[in-house]
Nanobody, 122 residues
Framework: QVQLVESGGGLVQPGGSLRLSCAAS????????IGWFRQAPGKEREEVSC????????LYADSVKGRFTISSDNAKKTVYLQMNDLKPEDTGVYYC???????????????WGQGTQVTVSS
């Protein structure tokens, strides 16, 4: 069993920055994939970014490339999402997810956190 807890969300003005954290506990394994997804009101969930713990490889959705950076601190079992130059369309609930298969792709991960709200508004 794996538990994931997101933090770091909040209200920020357009052009601002936030850093989200995803703290993992339980049987997180070294070759897992950790991903960030988001869901805006009235919209389907969409992928944002993912990272493979084993080699640190990363993948980004086109909508966030060049603005968001995913990283991990394996000793702390924490994955971060640094979000810069935020736009109103980045607003939504951001979810952290983990999967033991370790694939660098977006799919239906096995474990999910409860989410953290990000609101970009002036």
């Amino acid at each position: 069993q794996v538990q994931l807890v997101e933090s770091g969300g909040g209200l920020v003005q357009p052009g601002g920055s936030l850093r989200l954290s995803c703290a993992a506990s339980g049987r997180i394994i070294d070759y897992s994939t950790i991903g960030w997804f988001r869901q805006a009101p009235g919209k389907e969930r969409e992928e944002v970014s993912c990272l493979t713990i084993l080699d640190g490889a990363t993948l980004y959705a086109d909508s966030v490339k060049g603005r968001f950076t995913i990283s991990s601190d394996n000793a702390k079992k924490t994955v971060y999402l640094q979000m810069n130059d935020l736009k109103p369309e980045d607003t939504g609930v951001y979810y952290c997810a983990a999967d033991p298969r370790g694939l660098l792709k977006f799919y239906e991960y096995d474990y999910w956190g409860q989410g953290t709200q990000v609101t970009v508004s002036s």
